[in-house]
């Protein structure tokens, strides 16, 4: 206890001579445990594919909800069906035409996103 005279103590910091030290080698790498089955591996894998599933349902979610939303919208708001554009009455242009090249641009984000999560899955087994 220090007293009113007395110089608070001096902090130390403790340090232990081998964090410099190289890291000890595994005794093989994680992609052999991946291809090997173990517990490990599975562990590694069960991410990938809860990575992978995560996005499918996400971009899934948004993308249905997005086109069932559109029925609603002109059940909701009657006078917006009514709107022609390009000749075609808005509901037939948007759910007949518009919706194909966003589900191409869907499907191309998907498989960008994945291989991306794939990209660093891979990384993360090579790293460790």
Do not use: K
């Not at 599975?42 to 499918?56: F, H, K």
């Not at 966003?102 to 794939?118: C, I, P, S, T």
Request: with cysteine; proline share 9%; net charge positive.
């Amino acid at each position: 206890m220090t007293g009113p005279h007395q110089p608070p103590a001096q902090r130390v910091v403790v340090t232990s001579p081998r964090t410099r030290a190289p890291r000890a080698p595994r005794p093989y790498p994680a992609s052999r445990e991946i291809d090997e089955q173990s517990e490990l591996g599975a562990v590694y894998m069960r991410s990938l594919i809860r990575t992978q599933r995560r996005l499918g349902l996400l971009l899934c979610a948004v993308v249905c909800g997005a086109l069932a939303a559109l029925p609603v919208v002109f059940a909701l708001v009657p006078r917006l069906s009514e709107q022609r554009l390009l000749g075609l009455q808005l509901p037939w242009l948007l759910l007949g035409v518009v919706v194909f090249p966003v589900l191409v641009l869907a499907g191309w984000f998907y498989v960008r996103q994945a291989e991306r999560n794939e990209r660093e899955f891979a990384e993360l087994v090579e790293r460790s």
